[in-house]
C-alpha cells in the first residue's frame, strides 16, 4: 500500500512565527487530507488537496502531485495551533485513507 | 447535535472479554470507518463500509468484528480482548464513498480502551 511520511516529526515554535509541515508520499493520489488533533484528542479535517493550493485563514496548503509531497503552512502561529497535524491519501481508486505519523506542534508565548 | 457519536469514551476490559464500540452518525453518511491510533503510529485503519450491508477489511482488521445493518450505526465488536488492543480508537464518516472531493471526514471524539 501507499506510504506516508511527514516530516519533522516535532517542532516547536514562538506564538507569531511561521512554519512548514511536510508530506511525502509513496504513489500517485488521487485525494490527499490534511487533519489537526488537538490536545483534547479531537480530529478535524483542515484540507481536500490532492493537487494544487488552498488557503483558509492562517493556514495554507499546497500538493505537488507530479514529485509526491504536500506542505501545510502555518503563519502567525497561536497556542491554539498547538497538536498533532496528520496528512493523509488515497491512491488509485480505493476507500483506504493511509496516515502519516503526524508532526507534533507546540506553541509557546 | 448533527455528527459522530462514541460510546464509551472510557473502557477497561480484562484480556478475554468482549465488548463492542458503539459509532453512530445523523448525517446520512455513506461512508464510516473505524481507525486506532497508537503512540508514534499515527492512525490505522481498521474496518471501513461504503454503505448498509458492505463492510471491507483496512489495514489491521485482525481480532476486529464489524458490520453495517443500518446507515446510521457501525459498531465495532472486540470478541476476545488482548493486551495489544489497548488504544485509542476512532469512528469517522464521509457522505459518499472516495475519491469525491467534497466527501472529507468527520470523526467522532474517541474511545480509550485499556486491556489488562
Redesign the interface.
Known amino acids: ?1 501507499i506510504q ?1 511520511e511527514q516530516s519533522p516529526p516535532d517542532l516547536i515554535l514562538q506564538e507569531g512565527a511561521n512554519s512548514t509541515l511536510r508530506c511525502n508520499f509513496s504513489d500517485s493520489v ?2 490527499l ?1 490534511w ?1 489537526h488533533q488537538n490536545p483534547w ?5 483542515l484540507f ?1 488537496i ?1 493537487s494544487g493550493t488552498k488557503q483558509n485563514g492562517r493556514l495554507s496548503a499546497t500538493t505537488v502531485a507530479t514529485e509526491r509531497y504536500s506542505l501545510l503552512y502555518i503563519s502567525s502561529s497561536q497556542t491554539t495551533d498547538s497538536g498533532v497535524y ?1 496528512c ?1 491519501a ?1 491512491t488509485g ?10 508532526t507534533q506542534l507546540k506553541v509557546e508565548l | 447535535n448533527a455528527g459522530v457519536t462514541q460510546t464509551p469514551k472510557f473502557q477497561v476490559l480484562k484480556t478475554g472479554q468482549s465488548m463492542t464500540l458503539q459509532c453512530a452518525q445523523d448525517m446520512n453518511h455513506e461512508y464510516m470507518s473505524w481507525y486506532r491510533q497508537d503512540p508514534g503510529m499515527g492512525l490505522r485503519l481498521i474496518h471501513y463500509s461504503v454503505g448498509a450491508g458492505i463492510t471491507d477489511q483496512g489495514e489491521v482488521p485482525n481480532g476486529y468484528n464489524v458490520s453495517r445493518s443500518t446507515t446510521e450505526d457501525f459498531p465495532l465488536r472486540l470478541l476476545s480482548a488482548a493486551p495489544s488492543q489497548t488504544s485509542v480508537y476512532f469512528c469517522a464518516s464521509s457522505y459518499r464513498g472516495y475519491p469525491s472531493g467534497a466527501n472529507v471526514l468527520t470523526f467522532g471524539a474517541g474511545s480509550r480502551l485499556t486491556v489488562l
Open positions: 500500500g506516508v488521487n485525494n487530507q487533519f484528542g479531537q480530529l478535524i479535517n481536500y490532492p496528520f493523509a488515497i481508486g480505493g476507500n483506504k485513507l493511509t496516515f502519516g505519523t503526524g
